[in-house]
T-cell receptor, first 113, second 115 residues
Framework: AQSVTQLDSHVSVSEGTPVLLRCNYS??????LFWYVQHPNKGLQLLLK??????LVKGINGFEAEFKKSETSFHLTKPSAHMSDAAEYFC???????????FGTGTSLTVIP | KAGVTQTPRYLIKTRGQQVTLSCSPI?????VSWYQQTPGQGLQFLFE???????NKGNFPGRFSGRQFSNSRSEMNVSTLELGDSALYLC??????????????FGPGTRLTVL
């Protein structure tokens, strides 16, 4: 069975400091993993995805994530937070035909000026 | 290319009514998925359509139904609305949806309020 656990419901960082959003997954097969961002009253925007190629994945806006199979983790990082990064972030696992997405509960990121 | 569009953006209905939401996928995309987003349950998968056929279904009651047309546009219908159906309904499209690696592109959502 597939599931995603986002370990922090809320993260606060100061502008210019690093961001770490944690995600653990469980999957019966080799999963595909995604990070999406949702700004208030907006749809979901893809940040990056892992599909069994390189374990370190680079995404948009300076975000990256590392797939660690031994730890079943896919944590999202960014070296320096910007005010515009304040949003809700979702970790997603997908497997099988039909490409059903299983979402984590989300992490709300606050960036303090 | 234009993104995924959803209409209407906002709806207010009363209990017992029914509602139809519409989704137009990105041009060339043939797979359309629907999700419900609520503060309590988060994002939950409703169903996925490909080539006018429902290929996958989440754990929702039969009051929730959908369909897809030959041009890949999709509609979802909720009958006998309940207060708990108040949510943001998101539509997503992908090229084929045949692989777990296919990216889903999301629309802005339809905000449904049931009074």
């Amino acid at each position: 069975a597939q599931s995603v656990t986002q370990l922090d419901s809320h993260v606060s960082v100061s502008e210019g400091t690093p961001v770490l959003l944690r995600c653990n997954y469980s999957s019966s097969y080799s999963p595909s993993l995604f990070w999406y961002v949702q700004h208030p009253n907006k749809g979901l925007q893809l940040l990056l995805k892992y599909t069994s190629a390189a374990t370190l994945v680079k995404g948009i806006n300076g975000f990256e994530a590392e797939f660690k199979k031994s730890e079943t983790s896919f944590h999202l990082t960014k070296p320096s937070a910007h005010m515009s990064d304040a949003a809700e972030y979702f970790c997603v696992v997908s497997e099988g035909i039909g490409n059903q997405f299983y979402f984590g509960t989300g992490t709300s990121l606050t960036v303090i000026p | 290319k234009a993104g995924v569009t959803q209409t209407p953006r906002y709806l207010i209905k009363t209990r017992g009514q029914q509602v139809t939401l519409s989704c137009s996928p990105i041009s060339g995309h043939r797979s359309v998925s629907w999700y419900q987003q609520t503060p309590g349950q988060g994002l939950q998968f409703l169903f996925e359509y490909f080539s006018e056929t429902q290929r996958n279904k989440g754990n929702f009651p039969g009051r929730f139904s959908g369909r897809q047309f030959s041009n890949s546009r999709s509609e979802m219908n909720v009958s006998t609305l309940e207060l708990g159906d108040s949510a943001l309904y998101l539509c997503a499209s992908s090229t084929q949806g045949a692989s777990a690696a296919d990216t889903q592109y999301f629309g802005p959502g339809t905000r449904l309020t049931v009074l």
